[in-house]
């Protein structure tokens, strides 16, 4: 097996090249890192901090409540959950038993879950009490033997806990007497009787979470990841960071069915000793107080996140210089908007700049970053420590040279297991080159330069083909997005008898911005003065709002679908 060199090694000889990994699972990663700081304040939810002390005393209690009721090394277990300390607890409960944690977003229509579940081959699912009614409709159709229901009062003291009861609670229906139900005092209780051994040593290898690819593009697949996976993840992450993070706290507003959210937000946080705030839902009011009562050191959310947060007006006159780092990912981060968000940032007293960070669901999230002492516009960063990078000819193991565009491909210890149930997706996208390394192909387009530096240019599949040339909607997205007008855009292809396909964009305006002809008269303008004539939109269509995926990125998808429709009919 040939030795894979970091090409930029002499460039940053600060960053530790070469990390140790944990053997142990998850679970372990994150008591370790209890049994080292008691006392330290592992999450904050509502109001309420639990040290880490306590948080591993309930990931223990949740272990044995899981073995209580039955659940078996292996056995896969669904968290249908938002970012609450039971679905921390539940995460590593199950994790601490050897079973499987297979995550799931709770707003998922009853369809997604069903395909969920049959993907999973999974039936004892652990959820809300305000999602107790979906779940009722979805076990008509898919079975479900255990259904544990929990409640954001169950994770409140008094008086915040009758409190919560008394208002938003009382909107929630109760749950009726089932023999597949349990409340989660019920489930906790049936773990304070259990006797038995509960522990079960798994080690870096073997399966500990599932997550479901974003699903635009294809059929939402089960993602199998390890515990490597995770804990790599996390040592990477805290490798890569300029400050501590130990003492130091995360605002995770991106949900734990995320990569980005489970695996940077609160496994790489707790396991560096720090504080993950635990935020349920997003809304820019209860946001924004959320930064300034608990000065958060590290933010870390996709572009649209960091868009509102710029134009978020209860941050108006704001300090924000306890900010020690800002990450964006899960989606491309436009120059412009890395512009805007810096600016504000600047604005705000914060003494850094935003990090772009790229990876996939595959390799759990992030597996490059922009360093935080050189940015090269336009970057996506460089690799993780342990981790590498090459630009392939599309549909092959070809490397091409610096500088040109291939499908990005990448190696180390982060990568998936594989899909679950998908054997020749599976051959498709981990492939052994020539190397004898086992390397990941992203379906991504982009570049690597001379210093090692990626450059993400677009999904493969989303590149439209016009008139035989090549079109990336990135590029012109990047271009409208200029405008003062413009806080949003996606770029499609548009079905063209003549040219196969044709472009078109869809903008939403900042408020204040009507689309009156001056203003389409100038977009277009814009478009003409920076977009070769082939790849220039044949309409820009003014919209309140863009349809997005349940992680927040525009669901292009949905739009190719309507001009796909319009198409057929007006054929």
Known sequence: MEELKTPWLSSYGEVKFHLEYPKSSMAQAVLDTAATYPDNIALSFMGYASSFAEMGVAIESVARSFRAMGIEEGQKVCICMPNVPQTVYALYGLNRIGAIAVMVHPLS???????????????????????????????????????????????????????????????????????????????????????????????????????????????????????????????????????????????????????????????????????????????????????????????????????????????????????????????????????????????????????????????????????????????????????????????STEEVPYGEEGEICLTGPSVMLGYLNHPEENANTLKIHADGHRWLHTGDMGLMNEEGFIFFKQRIKRMIITSGYNVYPSQIENILESHEAVQMSCVIGVPDPVKMQKVKAFVVLREGFEPNEQLMSSLRELCKKNIARYALPYDIEVRKSLPKTLVGKVAYTELEKEEAEKAKRNA
């Open 109 to 395: 229509a009853e369809g997604e879950i069903c395909h969920y579940l049959r993907e999973a081959d999974c039936d004892v699912v652990l959820t809300l009490d305000q999602f107790y009614p979906k779940f009722l409709e979805v076990q008509k159709a898919v079975p479900i033997s255990k259904l544990i229901i929990t409640s954001i009062a169950d994770a409140l003291k008094f008086p915040k806990r009758i409190a919560y009861k008394l208002t938003l609670g009382r909107k929630i229906q109760s749950v009726s007497s089932h023999d597949n139900v349990l409340t989660w005092r019920d489930f906790l209780s049936g773990g304070t009787r259990f006797e038995g051994d509960y522990i079960v040593q798994k080690y870096a290898d073997d399966p500990a979470v599932i997550l479901f690819s974003g699903g635009t593009t294809g059929v939402t697949k089960g993602i199998l990841l390890s515990n490597l996976n995770f804990n790599a993840l996390a040592y990477q992450t805290i490798a890569m960071n300029n400050y501590p993070i130990v003492g130091k706290k995360m605002l995770a507003a991106m949900p734990m069915f995320h990569g980005f959210g489970l695996g940077v937000c609160v496994h790489t946080v707790l396991v560096a000793g720090g504080t993950s705030i635990l935020v349920p839902r997003f809304t820019p009011k209860e946001y924004a107080e959320l930064i300034v009562k608990e000065k958060p050191n590290y933010i870390a959310g996709v572009p649209t996140l960091f868009e509102r947060i710029a134009s978020n007006k209860y941050l108006e006159g704001k300090k924000l210089d306890f900010l020690m780092g800002v990450f964006s990912g899960g989606d491309s981060l436009s120059i412009e908007l890395k512009k805007k968000f810096d600016a504000f940032l600047a604005e705000h007293g914060a003494a850094i700049r935003i990090r772009e960070g790229y990876g996939t669901t595959e390799c759990v999230t992030a597996s490059c970053l922009t360093p935080y002492n050189k940015e090269v516009e336009g970057s996506i960063g460089l690799p993780f420590p342990d981790t590498y990078y090459k630009i392939c000819k599309v549909g």
